[in-house]
């Protein structure tokens, strides 16, 4: 099950970064800039978290926050409120309105990441599982160690997160560009072909014999972990 994400931002670097992280996660994301429509389309269908921006032209954060509360269908969907305000007075301010967790900007991804899935985990405990499992492969996210068939696999840092990220998103398929962005880090600067390397050192920790191999190379493309894996 995916977990449903409302990001309510009106700066457009901060919600595309947002955004891009989210998805990097495994969470389906709806952006919207104004306060109005994160109303709107919290009426259509309530989110499993919402990520709401304090300052937003029209309405603000705070307001939207009260409303959301007051109504049945959103008044126990998780809320973590972003602002450039860190004064203790804002964050009490906004905690007492009905935010759950308050993040002062500038902040972290890796923090701001680490905040959602927890309280993902706290409110539904089945959207942000601990561990990845398909077919007679399992990745668990705590302990950083892989099984396949029982068996525990020896995989270097860097193919640990390529198995991750891809286990983590079935069937869709990545460029080496966006995985050397999502596995490496936009910071780093390697060539696209190293992608390529790690690959063939992952398959090679993990498929053995004649043993289905879950990752699929889609010429031209990138690479994808296998949706039909789990029924091999």
């Known amino acids: ?8 931002e009106d700066e457009p670097d901060v919600a595309l970064m947002l955004r891009y992280n989210l998805e990097a996660e495994g969470f389906a994301v709806t952006c919207t800039e104004s306060g109005d429509e994160a109303l709107d389309l919290t009426r259509e269908s309530a989110p499993d978290l919402i990520v709401l921006d304090w300052m937003l032209p029209g309405i603000s954060g705070i307001e939207v926050c009260k409303r959301l509360r007051i109504r049945r269908e ?24 009905g935010a759950d967790d308050y993040i002062v900007k500038p902040f972290s991804v890796q923090e701001f990441t680490a905040r959602v899935r927890a309280l993902l985990r706290r409110a539904n405990p089945d959207l942000v599982s601990t561990a990845l499992r398909a077919g007679d492969l399992e990745l668990d996210r705590v302990s950083h160690r892989v099984r396949r068939a029982g068996r525990e696999l020896q995989l270097g840092p860097t193919e640990y997160r390529l198995l991750e990220h891809l286990m983590g998103n079935p069937g869709r398929v990545y460029s080496r560009e966006q995985l050397l962005d999502r596995v490496w880090g936009s910071d780093v600067y390697v060539d696209e072909r190293t992608v390529d390397v790690h690959v063939g050192r992952l398959r090679k920790a993990i498929n053995r014999g004649r043993q289905a191999d879950p990752i699929r190379t889609v010429r031209g493309a990138g690479y994808a972990f296998d949706e039909q894996f789990s029924a091999k």
Not at 1 to 8: E, P, S
């Open 1 to 8: 099950m995916t977990a449903r994400i409302l990001l309510v």
């Open 74 to 97: 959103t008044a126990a969907v998780p809320i973590i409120m972003l602002t450039a305000r860190g004064q203790e007075e804002d964050r009490v301010r906004g905690l007492q309105t």
